[in-house]
T-cell receptor, first 112, second 113 residues
């Protein structure tokens, strides 16, 4: 089984500033995918960004980017120009093709 | 629009009662999943199914049962054997293999009366 660790239960950031959420994982698979999901107070799970493990280039989606360090099994999420709507729980997840494995989440609060 | 529909949004269970949570998808996905979400514990996998008439236990399957008679439907029954059922339940689907992102329903909040 795979494990996903998010070591920051809670974080806060000033509006318009940049914040980085950490995620490490453990897997013996050679091919896998990594995801960041956002869960706002509405509790809807929303995909933020996806990274293929075989790609060295870090994925980017507008203000969201990742720092993927395959050897270190690290997959952090950087949010630039933080907005009030970014306030949410953020979950890191991995998939080998059969199952998804989720971390325990980081609660991010954007302060006006 | 394609998506996943979970019902009901809120559900209450009496002691000794079985309750069934509905999950329907029209995304034509082969795989469907049930997760339980408790505060501070993230999402834990209860059951998943990658094809009709077949399903696999996840990490916390005890006290739960599922069926997959149709591709579109994956209902979850919380049995009386589940002693602590109060939680938020999320249903998800994906293509197989699950390298593409999962799509989630809006969830069902189950509480004990």
């Amino acid at each position: 089984a795979q494990t996903v660790t998010q070591s920051q239960p809670e974080m806060s950031v000033q509006e318009a500033e940049t914040v980085t959420l950490s995620c490490t994982y453990d897997t013996s698979e050679s091919n896998y995918y990594l995801f960041w999901y956002k869960q706002p107070p509405s509790r809807q799970m929303i995909l933020v960004i996806r990274q293929e493990a075989y790609k060295q280039q870090n994925a980017t989606e507008n203000r969201f980017s990742v720092n993927f360090q395959k050897a270190a099994k690290s997959f952090s999420l950087k949010i630039s120009d933080s907005q009030l709507g970014d306030t949410a729980m953020y979950f890191c997840a991995t998939s080998t093709g059969n199952q998804f494995y989720f971390g325990t989440g980081t609660s991010l609060t954007v302060i006006p | 629009d394609g998506g996943i529909t979970q019902s009901p949004k809120y559900l209450f269970r009496k002691e000794g009662q079985n309750v069934t949570l509905s999950c329907e998808q029209n995304l034509n996905h082969d795989a469907m999943y049930w997760y339980r979400q408790d505060p501070g514990q993230g999402l834990r996998l209860i059951y998943y199914s990658q094809i009709v008439n077949d399903f696999q236990k996840g990490d916390i399957a005890e006290g739960y049962s599922v069926s997959r008679e149709k591709k579109e439907s994956f209902p979850l029954t919380v049995t009386s054997a589940q002693k602590n059922p109060t939680a938020f339940y999320l249903c998800a689907s994906s293509i197989v293999p699950a390298y593409q992102p999962q799509h989630f329903g809006d969830g069902t909040r189950l509480s004990i009366l």
